[in-house]
């Protein structure tokens, strides 16, 4: 049995001073990927602070953005007004996402934070250097259909499983964070790190850090956007690939602007700007949305059972483009 002690933290701060108390604290929100975990005997912590009671607010900001309590429940985030009108593509990844049911408990900061879903990092038998480093990544050379064809490495090929965050990066958003230092913020496509020779960790979070909200800033042409998953059941299924995108074009056909981002590829959630760069002040066609994709997938790597991500991966961006430009030519 893991023993461990439950606190319920009052605010941000009150949360931080308690983790920085334990050898090993969790936060604990939803719990619908920490409590598996722990019943997987994955994880161990010596103290669950639970911030279910932080912000769950969903307000506009003075910029016209949207700030989100990260103790927000995906469902809510997914239902709100603002971003289904706003940022379409959040609202269908967060749908995209589990089951109602889990969406109902799950929490934004939760969300952002699951860590990955790959079965020899819930397997205790095998050898995974991010549940245990130094002993090996069983994936490399074992069924590897879910796994990373971008920013791997000998060390770990696991993927971030989140939807959410493929729509997030692809908006810019900022993560607000409090710790024993105090609050700061990052962009969310700098949070998660690539696995290097150190898969185990995840984040660029310092010790006892805390996700406070989540700011999507404002992009008006976001309101022309979309999130498609591909996966291999229509429910409750993980990302073979899927892509989050918003594109502005304009009367001349010309694509003023676009954003791209990834899932299912890597070990943290993919923004395409390889692929953005190469679309910029081209015209909105079939064939340049091909050349983008092909720019984005160039350095992939596929494995055994998963170098079909590459190709998917790329018609999956052609499609998702010319759906949004109307079936472009």
């Known amino acids: 049995m893991n023993l461990f002690s439950y606190s319920r933290a009052d605010s941000a701060q009150d949360a931080v001073v308690l983790a920085a108390q334990a050898a090993d604290a969790k936060y604990l929100g939803g719990g619908t ?7 997987e005997t994955v994880e161990h912590p010596t103290a669950l602070i639970d911030v279910t009671g932080l912000s769950q607010s ?10 989100i309590g990260a103790a927000a429940k995906n469902t809510a985030v997914a239902a709100h007004k603002a971003v289904r009108r706003d940022y379409p593509m959040l609202a269908r990844a967060v749908l ?3 089951s109602g049911q889990i969406r109902n408990m799950a929490t934004v900061g939760g969300n952002i934070l699951q860590r990955t879903r ?11 250097n991010k549940r245990a480093p130094g002993t090996g990544c069983d994936a490399i050379d074992g069924f590897n259909r879910y796994h990373a064809v971008l920013g791997a490495s000998p060390a770990c090929v696991a993927t971030h499983p989140s939807d959410m965050c493929v729509a997030l990066v692809a908006l810019d ?11 700061r913020s990052m962009k969310l496509a700098d949070l998660h790190r690539l696995p290097g020779g150190r898969p185990d960790i995840e984040t660029e979070l310092q010790p006892h850090e805390l996700i406070t909200a989540i700011e ?18 229509s429910s409750y299924a993980f990302a073979l690939v899927s892509v989050a995108a918003a594109i502005d074009v304009g009367a001349d056909g010309t694509i003023a602007d676009v954003r791209l981002a990834l899932g299912g590829v890597a070990h943290k959630p993919w923004r395409a700007l390889k692929a953005e760069a190469v679309l910029r002040d081209l015209p909105a066609t079939e064939q340049n949305f091909r050349a983008a994709a092909e720019a984005e997938l160039a350095d992939a790597a596929g ?22 430009t109307g079936g472009a030519k």
């Open 33 to 39: 990927n920490l409590v598996d975990l722990m019943r």
């Open 303 to 324: 494995l055994r059972d998963n170098a079909f991500k590459v190709e998917l991966a790329k018609r999956a961006m052609v499609a998702v483009l010319t759906q949004l």
């Open 216 to 233: 999507i800033p404002p992009l008006p042409f976001a309101t022309n956007s979309t999130y498609r998953k591909v996966r291999d059941r």
């Open 58 to 67: 969903i307000e506009a900001t003075p910029s016209g953005g949207l700030m």
């Open 173 to 183: 958003a900022i993560v607000h964070l409090e710790g024993v230092n105090g609050p």
């Open 96 to 98: 995209a996402g589990a």
């Open 118 to 128: 790959c079965s020899y990092f819930y397997d205790d038998a095998a050898s995974c």
